[in-house]
């Protein structure tokens, strides 16, 4: 027959072999969940960062191109005018297809929607006829400003997210 002592010592062998693998296990479960937060917080800030340059050209161009979309007195401006309006778009136009990936398909039509607003008060400012002006910003009937404020209402929707989720935890 088997000892006592020998149940005991392959008892106690079969504990210490189950808690090493639960130990293992978990310790692997832990790096594995580590890892993959770490990757969503640089994946966030990523997000946050794209989506505040967009915001900063957005703003940018709001704050200059509105008094032109809402006066209509776009022929007052010169080429150096229009140079900068044209370079501030631009740089827009970049920030909403670097961000693209953070924003869904129909928060990235508003904000390609206020693009074509900023678009189209710029390619009016060196307008020299008064009919190259009358005709409305966007073929429907939103205005400059409900263009914008839909614009802007998907940029603080996507960057307070973030800061939400982390507020959660």
Do not use: W
């Amino acid at each position: 027959m088997v000892s006592s002592a020998v149940v005991a010592v392959l008892g106690t062998l079969a504990g210490a072999a189950l808690s090493a693998g639960v130990t293992i296990h978990t310790t692997r479960v832990q790096e594995v969940n580590q890892n993959q937060r770490r990757q969503a917080e640089y994946l966030i800030e990523k997000k946050v960062d794209r989506l505040t340059e967009l915001h900063e050209s957005f703003t940018r161009c709001r704050a200059t191109l509105a008094p032109l979309a809402e006066s209509g007195t776009y022929a007052a401006y010169d080429r150096e005018d229009e140079r900068e309006f044209d370079e501030m778009v631009d740089e827009y136009h970049r920030s909403i297809h670097r961000a693209r990936i953070f924003v869904s398909d129909r928060q990235f039509e508003t904000l390609l929607d206020a693009l074509l607003a900023f678009q189209t008060v710029t390619e009016r400012a060196g307008a020299e006829r008064a009919e190259e002006v009358s005709a409305p910003i966007l073929d429907d009937d939103r205005s400059f400003r409900d263009v914008m404020a839909a614009a802007d209402e998907v940029l603080r929707e996507e960057l307070h997210e973030p800061v939400r989720a982390l507020e959660s935890e």
